[in-house]
């Protein structure tokens, strides 16, 4: 089931809905979390997640925030959950899954399959039902990508090839909508302390030493800046990267 939760349209009524209005997908954790919260602090914030329990517990950490529940993955559940939203300003690509770090002998198609079902086809899928919303408010989309997708390596393919899968994307996809004033942003961090970056570390069996990694609050600063340039300009790609 979905749960969008505004009986009301962001940008009507009080003050709260008449704050501009953000999409983060992956919002429970992570990365997406840390975006959450720092455009929570200037939008009202639609929290993006799959478990309901998981996206209220989050929703109920940002002052305002409304929970959106759906499977990004399921075609009809995505489409059902977007009819609720009547406006928004900045959608925030942020869910994404691993996929394993096996040798190319060792995967699977089933691997493959899923991988990109998530990173790049509910990427695309969601953007495609929201962009007449986003066209009207001349808004921003950020996709979070990742180092991974310019360069692969032994176990990478799956992570990888999604990333440069959505590289490619974004890409069309910031020219295409260039016309219609919306701004199209590809964020690529290092490695990131994360759930996701301690179990890449278990499947290369490394110790996980997170003073060497970027906190997720690096990235979500990288996101505020696209969304906060100014009319007129555009971050069109920014790479982040740990010091160490």
């Known amino acids: 089931m979905t749960e969008v939760g505004h009986s009301g349209s962001p940008g009507e009524g009080d003050g709260e809905r008449r ?3 953000a999409l983060v997908t992956g919002a429970t954790r992570g990365i997406g979390e840390a975006i959450a919260q720092e455009l929570g602090r200037t939008h009202h914030v639609l929290v993006g997640g799959r478990e309901p329990r998981a996206v209220a517990e989050a929703a109920a950490r940002i002052p ?6 759906a499977d990004l993955t399921d075609e009809r559940q995505l489409a059902e959950a977007t009819r609720s939203i009547r406006r928004l300003d900045v959608l925030v ?4 899954v691993l996929g394993g770090h096996d040798a190319i002998a060792e995967s699977s198609r089933e691997r493959f399959r899923r991988a990109f079902e998530l990173n790049v086809f509910a990427v695309a899928d969601l953007t495609r039902l929201l962009l007449p919303l986003l066209r009207t408010s001349e808004g921003t989309i950020v996709m979070i990508n990742s180092g991974s997708g310019y360069a692969s390596g032994a176990g990478t393919s799956v992570y990888s090839g999604t990333k440069f899968a959505l590289r490619a994307l974004t890409d069309a996809l910031r020219e295409e909508e260039r016309q219609h004033g919306v701004r199209v942003s590809s964020i690529h961090p290092g490695r990131v302390d994360t759930d996701m970056q301690r179990e890449l570390r278990q499947l290369e069996h490394g110790n996980y030493e997170r003073e060497r990694y970027l906190t997720p609050q690096a990235v979500a600063q990288a996101v505020r800046l696209a969304v906060d340039t100014p009319a007129g300009g555009a971050v069109d790609e920014l790479k982040i990267r740990p010091m160490r």
């Open 19 to 21: 704050r501009p209005v």
């Open 93 to 96: 690509h942020s869910a994404a």
């Open 64 to 69: 305002g925030a409304t929970p959106f529940v």
